[in-house]
């Protein structure tokens, strides 16, 4: 017979000539997975019913009311000691001794010997009372008894019955029966769910303190979101903050250091409160540790900030509400009041708010201005701030030299009577020169007749790290950036800072990333009013506000850059500074481009006109006819002394020895002489005009001809 080979599966290999005979291949079935043991599944179970969040809130939820009853006991029972014998004199004497206030401790010393002394007389009292009481009871119930029978025999006599003169006593024996009778109904009970409200006395107690572990409080306790700061927790704070002196002289104070604190104080959007250190602790060891403190109230580092006020080994905490700080606040009073005013000697101009919510205003009357900070934190905003609330006070001239060059003064231009824009080495050059220029016009003020009062001239560079760090040097090999003897920029800012507030010459300089290179010594510590927004180390917060501020708990390189953007630390005498404290921290109020272009259109709107020059010519032939017509600008008239001065800060070498017989011989010559208006010489756009226009006819037709 011949065998037939049944192909179960299709063929997948190529067949050969020699291929043996396709046999079939059973595989047997894997084993089945052996059953897991009931104890591991009943772990498994137990370990979920165990670490289930409903079982863990519930075992927080015993916990945490078990011990607040626990607690409370403990409270009441400390209390009721405290009430009974001296141990709270007690702790407030080695409380007193520990911060070093030996005058406190001696009086509570007298408060306690004087405690002692009453008590002793309350205990002697008992040793005589049981039997004073004794005679008082005798004497009560007989005197009680005697009236109860007089009371009767008056109405014996009143109702003509002998009987009634038992009749009061009868009646007080059968109400002190019924009371008997009623205790005896009432006590049972009493006995009974008397000690329920005595635990939840103590639970009440406990639950108010919260005297439970961290662990078992509620989820919203234990993250201490929006937690209020107490007493308590700042003293807890202060403890945990790893000063062991700090926290060896808490634990030795009987109030748990509460007697450290001052009051707690509503400040703004947040709370302030001063802390007497014992002795043996550093103001710098407290301040060193914001972090950790911060930590330790709840809050993030930037919401806490630790002052030096004036009196000694104090420290003052200002701790803000959870998330107040990243709220923005309100608009720029000069976006939303149009009719505001500036007065340069008298004014403040409104920068922003502090901390405490309250306005934050600044005056910048004969004061040199800096102010530094990261790149793209707001220094360019919160300096443009100023100058626009100053720009409404017409006496005000303005030089402005943006060596960024961005557009970020482009609303100056026709306001300032100087404008440069850009970051180039010529920008730098031009700027330069500007502000010795400055330095011409105040020695040329200093030089003036004692009594002589100046209009403000206020010299803005923006970016003025570039022109520190300009490698160019003139024709004479003298460097225009550096900060040596022969830096043209550096000597110009210095002979400024040092007598140009005295003529109303005053710079005014933002500068980002400070360094010695960039901004040196001399030049910082020139300004009066020194301001600095986020940085990045405690080294650039010294060279932006100076050692004391920063000795004094300023701390700009703990602003949070791109948080904290147009946050600014500032140190000046023109601004209020809580007392005590070198510093103070401002929120600047922000104004949007836009909107300063439409502030400096007021401001160009109070003044008569002003020619902003862009590049500052040097050296080439004057057309004195068509400068006086450019300063004049857009005006109908102006007075023959301004048309002077703007000569002369147009062109210093070529205007600047005029006087008005040198304007009124070039006017006469071009038929556009002055003329008085109002009992003032001035000098008339159009007359100028119709001169030009008739000098441009002449020259046409002898060009003609």
Sequence with gaps: MSENVVHLH????????????????????????????????????????????????????VARHGLYTFNGGRIVARRTWDGKTGARYERMIRTAEAAGNLE???????????????????RMDLLHSPVEAAKGIAVGTGVSIGVLVALGVVMAINNHDVTDVITPLRATIEFIALLIRIVQVVWGPALTIGPFLALLALWTVGSKQQAAPQWALPANVRSGEGEPITPSIVVKALRDLGVPALRNAIKEMGDAGASMLGPIRIAGCGVEVDVTLPSGVATNEVQAKRRKLAENLTRHEHEVFITI?????????????????????????????????????????????????????????QRHLLITGLSN????????????????????????????????????????????????????????????????????????????????????????????????????????????STSRYFMAARKIHNQGRAVNVLLWQGTQDPTDQNLPKLVRE????????????????????GDKAVDGGAAPNLLRPGLDQGTLVVASDGIEIPKGQSSITVRTHYISTDDAKEIAARAKALRDGVTTLHVIDRGEERDPLADIAAVVGDAPRVR??????????????AYGGWS?????????????????????MVVSRDRLARALANRNDEGSASADG
């Design 526 to 545: 020139g300004a009066h009013t020194r301001a600095s927004l986020a940085l990045g180390t405690e080294s650039q917060a010294r060279m932006a506000l």
């Design 104 to 122: 406190a401790a001696e009086e509570w010393e007298e408060r306690l010997q004087r405690f002692r002394a009453a008590r002793h007389h309350r």
């Design 640 to 653: 023959t002394k301004d048309v002077l001065n703007r000569l002369a800060t147009l062109n210093a070498d």
């Design 377 to 484: 934190q707001g220094k360019t905003a919160a300096l443009r701030s100023i100058a626009l609330w100053l720009s409404l006070d017409r006496s005000v001239e303005f030089w402005m030299g943006d060596l960024k060059g961005v557009g970020d003064w482009a609303m100056f231009d026709g306001l300032a009577t100087r404008l440069i824009q850009g970051p180039t080495d010529d920008h730098v050059i031009q700027v330069t020169e500007m502000v010795e220029d400055a330095v011409e016009e105040m020695n040329r003020r200093i030089q003036a007749p004692p009594g002589t009062t100046f209009p403000p001239l206020i010299v803005i560079v923006d970016e003025a790290q570039v022109a520190f760090m300009c490698p160019v040097k003139d024709e004479d090999k003298r460097p225009y950036g550096g900060s040596s």
């Design 660 to 680: 008005f017989i040198d304007l009124k011989r070039v006017l006469d010559d071009a038929d556009a002489e002055p003329y008085k208006s109002d009992g003032v």
């Design 10 to 61: 299709k063929p997948t290999d190529p067949p050969t000539d020699d291929a043996a005979p396709t046999m079939l291949t059973v595989v047997p079935d894997a084993p089945p997975a052996p059953p897991v043991p009931l104890w591991v599944r009943s772990g498994r179970a137990v370990k979920g019913a165990v670490t289930h969040e409903t079982t863990k809130m519930t075992a927080r939820a």
């Design 309 to 365: 006020p004036e009196a000694a080994r104090t420290v003052r905490l200002w701790v803000a509400d959870s998330g107040a700080l990243d709220q923005p606040i309100g608009p720029s009073p000069l976006v939303t009041d149009e009719t505001m005013t500036a007065d340069y000697t008298k004014g403040r101009a409104p920068w922003g708010q502090d901390l405490r919510g309250d306005a934050a205003a600044l005056s910048v009357y």
